[in-house]
């Protein structure tokens, strides 16, 4: 099964839904390059995570969007995402209860199936309703995954994010989300060389770092960071799969600002940026 690439004829005449697509289809092609990966659990995990995140959101925005527009079929819709929303959980819960039980290639058939026929066959029924309508836009709205008011005033367009992490179907996941919310600015580091050159004589507002970078320790990344005159306050974001060994008193007494465990919530690691950028700004 191949990756899935959005086009205009998936377009279902609404920006904010379309956006919403392809930020769908760009976590099941995550999802897709994770198979087989040493670290699939928590690519694994991360994406289960945020597709029910997503599906929750979008189809909250797709419902306000038909009610607006009179779309007849609107009850028959929203009980299919009813459906689809309990699928997805009840996938997670089966990964949540035992990590081995769901794999990333089970998973990719019972997707393709969940939201591209979705997206492609029954969101088109409705395009012909909401395509030009004059309230499609107000209802739909602006609003991001993350949470309104740790997010308010944040500009996403214009913040810049170095991402440090190794495993690159991770950082794709990452790349997704962030996308998601409008990010223009996302760096990716597969070593600490790497990441520090990123860093040097260019401007990045916030780093997110893996516990483990290879054979390296994002520890050393941050306590580098914290020796430099010019990168010291810079918020860092630390992230681990290792939670026997990785812990967040030892990331916050290393100098990291906030520690979460993968696999990632979407929303979480939203609304983790936005606190940390509005707590930058205080300072
Ligand atoms: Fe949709
Ligand atoms: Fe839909």
């Known amino acids: 099964m191949a990756t899935i690439t959005w086009s205009e004829m998936m377009s279902v005449g609404v920006p904010a839904l379309d956006a919403d697509h392809k930020t769908l289809i760009g976590l099941i092609n995550n999802l897709h390059r994770s198979v087989g990966d040493e ?32 779309y007849p079929s609107a009850e028959t819709h929203a009980r299919m995402h009813r459906r689809l929303t309990q699928q997805v959980r009840d996938l997670r819960a089966a990964y949540d209860a035992d990590r081995t039980a769901v794999r990333a290639k089970q998973c ?9 026929e979705h997206i492609c ?16 836009a107000s209802a739909a709205g602006t609003a991001a995954l993350s949470d309104q008011r740790s997010s308010a005033n944040l500009d996403w367009k214009t913040l ?24 223009g600015d996302i760096r ?8 520090r050159a990123a860093l040097q004589g260019k401007s990045v507002d916030v780093v997110i770092t893996d516990w483990h970078v290879g054979r390296e320790s994002g520890l050393e990344l941050v306590a580098w960071l914290r ?7 810079l918020p860092v974001l630390m992230l681990s799969g290792h939670e026997r060994v990785a812990n967040r008193d030892v990331a916050l007494n290393a100098g990291a600002d906030d520690f979460m465990e993968k696999p990632i919530s979407a929303r979480g690691l939203l609304i983790c940026l936005a606190r940390l950028m509005r707590k930058g700004r205080e300072a």
Not at 121 to 136: E, K, L, N, P, Q
Not at 188 to 195: P, S
């Open 108 to 116: 990719l058939d019972f997707l393709h199936k969940w939201l591209i």
């Open 227 to 233: 020796r430099q005159a010019d990168l010291a306050h």
């Open 121 to 136: 066959s029954t969101d088109m029924d409705y395009r012909a309703w909401v395509i030009g309508h004059a309230d499609a």
């Open 160 to 183: 810049k994010v170095l991402v440090v992490d190794d495993n690159q179907n991770f950082c794709q996941v990452m790349r997704t989300i962030l996308e998601g919310v409008g990010v």
């Open 188 to 195: 990716v580091a597969a070593d600490l060389a790497a990441a």
């Open 39 to 70: 670290e699939e659990y928590a690519t694994l995990g991360s994406v289960l995570q945020a597709l029910e995140e997503y599906a929750d959101h979008h189809f909250a925005r797709e419902e306000r969007v038909m009610a607006a527009c009179r």
